[in-house]
Nanobody
Framework: QVQLVESGGELVQAGGSLRLSCAAS????????MGWFRQAPGQEREFVAV????????YYADSVKGRFTISRGNAKNTVYLQMNSLKPEDTAVYYC?????????????????WGQGTQVTVSS
């Protein structure tokens, strides 16, 4: 089993920045893609960003492109989401997920492991 633990969520003012972290532990996955999703109250979980195993390829939702950056740590078992120019509509619980298959999956059902989420609240 793989465990994912997110951290870094907090209350921030609009225009501010946050960096979320996701640490993976447990059974080693072979070449996993890692993604970030978010879910606001009353809404479906939506894709935010994904990064492949090497860190050389990324993909972003249009709503965050140019403001958010996904990256991997040197040990590959940590993934970060740098969020700049935050907006109130970015308020949500942010989830880290891991996919056993290579590529850049963007659908939640393609992911095999999930963290418990970290709350990001952006005040106007």
């Amino acid at each position: 089993q793989v465990q994912l633990v997110e951290s870094g969520g907090e209350l921030v003012q609009a225009g501010g920045s946050l960096r979320l972290s996701c640490a993976a532990s447990g059974r080693t996955l072979s070449s996993p893609a890692m993604g970030w999703f978010r879910q606001a109250p009353g809404q479906e979980r939506e894709f935010v960003a994904v990064i492949n195993w090497s860190g050389g390829n990324t993909y972003y939702a249009d709503s965050v492109k140019g403001r958010f950056t996904i990256s991997r740590g040197n040990a590959k078992n940590t993934v970060y989401l740098q969020m700049n120019s935050l907006k109130p509509e970015d308020t949500a619980v942010y989830y880290c997920a891991a996919c056993r298959n290579p590529g850049l999956p963007r659908r939640a059902r393609e992911y095999d492991y999930w963290g418990q989420g970290t709350q990001v609240t952006v005040s106007s």
